[in-house]
């Protein structure tokens, strides 16, 4: 946390470390991580220098979506441990230091939700009204044309209530209605039930799903500009109606006044990719009564180049004007970016960190980011992601992002359980290993610690101003401001050398980890290298 920033306030420019509890370490050898196998791993998080973890839903759950299906908002599935569990990993966390954030899944339950079940048995009980109803059109239609982002129509018909109900992801995750009183009543209780318990915030799950259209108007279409038909139907529609509501603030403004009675805590809002992110991002995260950062898939999804990269940034500094963002190149929904991106060398990996954690924000890494791990590819048999089943081959899913992280290249499995793991441990992974790395000066692991260290000296890279410079090629360069510090960050975008006139004046800044120098009046940046100097 920078000079003269309150405690309150950490989570600007703050770092956390998204831990998905599955793939992160099991501590019982059944083959899938746990929370007291987190536990196990928080020293290791610690000396990394991440200001805190946020871990992906653990919650009760039949395990379709794996966790973002819940059936008990309250209970720890037996997967990943107990209740007393993540008490003991809280208290961990307190001792190191570490911030603890926890998924919210407020749009949608399992349709083995208690709740869902009750709606679905009686149109006129308690919870009726606790799910988005429709009857069908007269021909027994859906209501409306909305479409599910996996596959598919957005409604499925219910033989008990005689009604469609909508989903917006699997047919077993019915959307809550939020404009219900008692809903939202129930799930501030929720949140509330962890606010005690200890944690120090929340990542909302999937944001733009929180509100929809309440007249159930159709989408227009969104005809390919190519005229290409796409491989997901989701794209053929402007989806003006079934998301992205500006009364999804309500519900934002309702979360955090729950967490404005608990000092210290922060919030994270998930945005998809659809367009306007940026817009979204200003909008739910400006002033003291929305949530306090955004991240959008829309950013991972680009291209890279410094072209591309200087337009998101450029974007990002016109449009998130008095909210705030959380920076992350990748996580448990997308590629990794070592492969999307780049080459997947070690190189590439420290490029990425240190663009990462030099942006005007907040940021995420996500968990084996800090190794530089490749996205894996899995074969069709292996394949646990329902995502991805349903559009295979053309889209191989999130599994590939999701296999177990690898702590001893000479154990089974890579150390990460003792059984067999619930997905594959990737051959190319097991000379990334954490133990490998450990006793590598130059590795990927090494680098992002000693950058995490340098960057907490810097205010202008945690406060500061960011202004982008022209440069010609494939160098990014901008220069973070504050006060009186001017740090001008340059990065080589490209796999060959470059150099890059230095203005009188600048000088080298020391103990990052990159390897650039400085010739005679120029920096000169090695294949996807980066560099740092002030004045």
């Not at 018909?157 to 009604?163: A, N, S």
């Not at 079934?242 to 009364?247: F, K, N, P, R, Y």
């Not at 998809?272 to 995260?285: C, F, G, I, K, V």
């Not at 205010?459 to 001017?486: C, I, K, S, T, Y």
Request: proline share 7%; net charge negative.
């Amino acid at each position: 946390m920078a000079k003269g920033m309150g405690d309150d306030q950490w989570w600007r420019g703050g770092v956390l470390y998204h831990v998905i509890p599955r793939s992160f370490c099991d501590s019982n050898g059944d083959g899938v991580g746990d929370l007291a196998g987190i536990a196990g791993r928080l020293d290791y998080l610690a000396e990394l220098g991440v200001d805190g973890l946020w871990i992906s839903p653990f919650y009760l759950s039949p395990m379709e979506d794996f966790g973002y299906d819940v059936t008990d908002h309250r209970a720890v599935d037996p997967t990943f441990g107990r209740l007393a569990d993540f008490d003991a990993l809280l208290a961990k966390a307190r001792e190191l230091g570490l911030r603890v954030l926890i998924d919210l899944v407020w749009s949608h339950t399992s349709s083995r939700h208690p709740w869902f079940d009750a709606s679905r048995r009686s149109a006129t009980g308690q919870h009726a009204d606790w799910y988005v109803w429709a009857d069908a059109k007269a021909d027994g239609t859906p209501p409306n044309n909305w479409l599910s982002v996996f596959g598919g129509g957005a409604w499925s018909w219910d033989p008990l209530r005689r009604q469609y109900y909508l989903h917006h992801f699997l047919p077993s995750q019915p959307a809550l209605n939020l404009r219900h009183p008692e809903v939202l009543a129930e799930l501030e209780a929720i949140g509330e039930f962890w606010l005690r318990r200890g944690v120090d915030g929340f990542r909302l799950d999937a944001v733009d799903f929180l509100m929809h259209d309440e007249r159930l108007r159709d989408n227009p279409p969104r005809p390919p500009a190519d005229g290409i038909t796409p491989l997901k139907p989701f794209a053929l529609q402007e989806h003006r109606r079934d998301m992205a509501q500006v009364e999804a603030l309500v519900v934002m403004r309702r979360l955090r006044a729950l967490l404005g009675r608990y000092p210290r805590t922060a919030t994270i809002a998930e945005l998809s990719s659809e367009p306007d992110p940026l817009q979204r991002a200003n909008l739910y995260t400006a002033g003291s009564d929305r949530l306090h950062m955004a991240y959008t898939l829309r950013l991972m999804r680009r291209g890279f180049s410094a072209g591309i990269l200087a337009q998101a940034i450029a974007e990002v500094e016109a449009r998130v004007t008095d909210g705030w963002l959380c920076w992350a190149f990748s996580n448990h929904d997308v590629e990794r970016a070592a492969s999307r991106w780049g080459d997947g060398s070690p190189a590439f990996a420290r490029l990425l960190l240190a663009l990462l954690l030099s942006l005007r924000g907040s940021a995420s890494i996500y968990q084996g980011e800090e190794l530089g791990l490749t996205e894996a590819s899995l074969p069709f048999e292996a394949l646990r992601d329902p995502y991805g089943k349903a559009f295979w081959p053309a889209f191989k899913g999130r599994d590939g992002s999701r296999t177990p992280m690898p702590w001893r290249a000479d154990k089974p499995h890579a150390g990460f359980t003792t059984g067999e793991p619930w997905l594959p441990v990737p051959e190319e992974h097991l000379p990334l290993a954490v133990d490998r790395q450990e006793s590598d000066p130059q590795s990927v692991l090494r680098f992002c610690r000693r950058f995490l260290a340098w960057r907490k000296t810097q205010p202008a890279l945690l406060q500061g101003d960011l202004h982008l410079l022209p440069v010609e090629g494939e160098v990014l360069a901008f220069e973070r401001r504050h006060g009186e510090q001017r740090l001008l960050c340059l990065f080589n975008c490209a796999g060959a050398a470059a150099s890059v006139e230095l203005a009188a004046g600048f000088r080298p800044v020391e103990a990052h980890g990159c390897t650039a120098t400085v010739v005679g009046g120029q920096v000169l940046l090695p294949a996807w290298g980066a560099a740092y100097l002030t004045r």
